[in-house]
């Protein structure tokens, strides 16, 4: 059996009830049945996480040179015990650095899988690497001497291109679990339900969302629920005042993994209007429930334009013309559908693990 060594920022017993990074795991939890898997994860690990078939080591947040040091003390412990055959991180900085170091030092194969801050750059609200030289050279370097690298969309892609980027990486997405978020056919109720799900942050964009919702209000009966939370919380349920549509706004908080499909499969559609996005696996989940998928071109809405409804960031009017349209158009709604089921069939949870053995072996 190989033996694989990933190095995450985090996502595996992290966070209120471990929620963590659920796309992550389920990939990997799967991988751990074909491969040793020992994860390395630069943050504590909950007390009551127990891990599903792998290894998992937590590094606390405290002093920076501290904690990599005991990384790299207990990745070359690990590794003397038995050697790793393969070092993937997860997030071109700091962890796929990382693989790629390792890597060079116990000469073993590194993977590098850029996520989204790391392949993304917005000015306007300072988020992401690539504007910066220090870490956009960091990334470039991991990149380029990786012996395998991945993205998880042709968003992430063609943002590191213009960056520099000169290898063409391997584009492998979070695919989902299909039995879990399973597809159902359903015509859109007369009462047209939105759904967005996400962190209430300033990348996600939830004002675009908001006013679009609001100017669709306008001309057809509809609700919104709104899943997540984030330090932007209070000045969305400000601004959901602001547009006079607090009636028609639902804000639920944290929620199990396991109980979403619910709330999508009582969705008619998905609002996603992020300034940029890795993937956005929650518009996987919708795809494959059967929701159809509006918002902003980035992430999979930009990989997918047969797939889903989108336009320019911040263009909530244009948004909101383009849904008003689509509602009243039967056969453009069909072919969005078919076309978003066919890929979430196709590239779902058990072909993101394959992709990732592939590269293994």
């Known amino acids: 059996m190989k033996r694989v060594a990933i190095i995450v920022p985090g996502g595996f017993g992290t966070g209120k009830d471990n929620l963590g990074i659920p796309a992550l795991e389920q990939v990997v939890k799967r991988l751990s049945k074909e491969f040793g898997i020992s994860v390395f994860q630069l943050y504590r690990v ?10 998992l080591f937590g590094f606390r947040k405290t002093n920076k040179v501290v904690q ?42 590194s993977v590098v899988s850029v996520q989204g801050g790391d392949g993304s750059s917005v000015r306007s609200i300072n988020y992401g690497y690539l504007d910066l030289f220090f870490y956009r050279q ?6 380029h001497e990786a012996a395998e690298a991945t993205v998880l969309t042709r968003f992430l892609s063609d943002n590191l291109k213009k960056a520099g980027l000169k290898r063409d990486p391997r ?39 908001l006013r679009a919702f609001a100017m669709i209000k306008k001309s ?52 996603h209007t992020s300034l940029s996005e890795g993937q956005g696996v929650v518009i996987a989940e919708a795809m494959s429930c059967g929701l159809l998928v509006c918002g902003t071109n ?20 244009g948004l909101a013309t383009k849904i008003l349209a689509l509602i009243n158009d ?32």
């Open 68 to 109: 990599y040091l005991r990384l790299f003390r207990c990745f070359r412990r690990e590794h003397y015990k038995e050697k790793f055959d393969v070092v993937h991180g997860f997030w071109a900085w700091p962890c796929g650095f990382c693989a790629v170091l390792f890597g060079k030092i116990f000469k073993i194969k």
């Open 171 to 209: 584009i492998v997405p979070f695919g989902v679990d299909n039995e879990l978020f399973s597809y159902r056919e359903k015509s859109l109720a007369p009462c047209i339900q939105f759904i967005h799900v996400g962190n209430f942050n300033s990348v996600k964009d939830q004002g675009t969302l």
């Open 46 to 55: 909950n007390e009551d996480y127990q891990p599903e078939n792998f290894k």
């Open 220 to 271: 057809i009966q509809c609700r919104l629920t709104m899943i997540g939370e984030g330090n932007n919380e209070l000045n969305i349920l400000k601004l959901v005042k602001e547009l006079d549509v607090h009636e028609d706004v639902t804000v639920l908080h944290h929620m199990s993994y396991s109980k979403l499909p619910k709330q999508y499969q009582a969705s008619d559609i998905l609002l």
């Open 330 to 361: 039967q056969a453009q709604m069909n072919s969005l559908r078919t076309n978003a089921k066919n890929w979430a069939v196709t590239h779902d949870v058990h072909w993101t693990v394959s992709e990732f053995g592939k590269l293994y072996y």
């Open 138 to 143: 960091v990334i470039l370097w991991s990149l």
């Open 298 to 317: 980035v992430g999979l809405l930009y990989d997918l334009p047969d797939a889903c409804i989108s336009v320019e960031v911040k263009d909530h009017v």
